[in-house]
């Protein structure tokens, strides 16, 4: 059973950096990509930032220019750098990693970021 450990969530001022990670129990290759979700309140839970194996990302436009995601592969880590934070990215922050092999889709158990105005 595939584990995906977050980590870097809190609480900032707008304008403000946060930096999340996200490391799965599986190697980083038996995943489609590794990635990021978030979710507030009555909400369906949205895109945010992904990245595969090879380093390709992809990401959502509201935070284009702002967030980066990255990745360590010999330690199945991935980063999500969150610059210049504004309240309305207040939110769950999920890790996604979609098997390759077994068709399971694994999430963490999300880790809160909220930014002040």
């Known amino acids: 059973q595939v584990q995906l450990v977050e980590s870097g969530g809190g609480l900032v001022q707008a304008g403000g950096s946060l930096r999340l990670s996200c490391t799965a129990s599986g190697s980083i290759f038996d995943f489609n990509y590794m990635g990021w979700y978030r979710q507030t309140p009555g909400k369906q839970r949205e895109l945010v930032a992904t990245i595969t194996s090879g380093k390709i990302t992809d990401y959502a436009e509201s935070v284009m220019g702002r967030f980066t995601i990255s990745s360590v592969n010999a330690k199945n880590t991935v980063y999500l750098q969150m610059n210049n934070l504004k309240p309305e990215d207040t939110a769950v922050y999920y890790c996604?990693?979609?098997?390759?092999?077994?068709?399971?889709?694994?999430w963490g158990k999300g880790t809160l970021v909220t930014v002040s105005s």
């Open positions: 996604n990693a979609p098997h390759i092999y077994n068709g399971m889709n694994y």
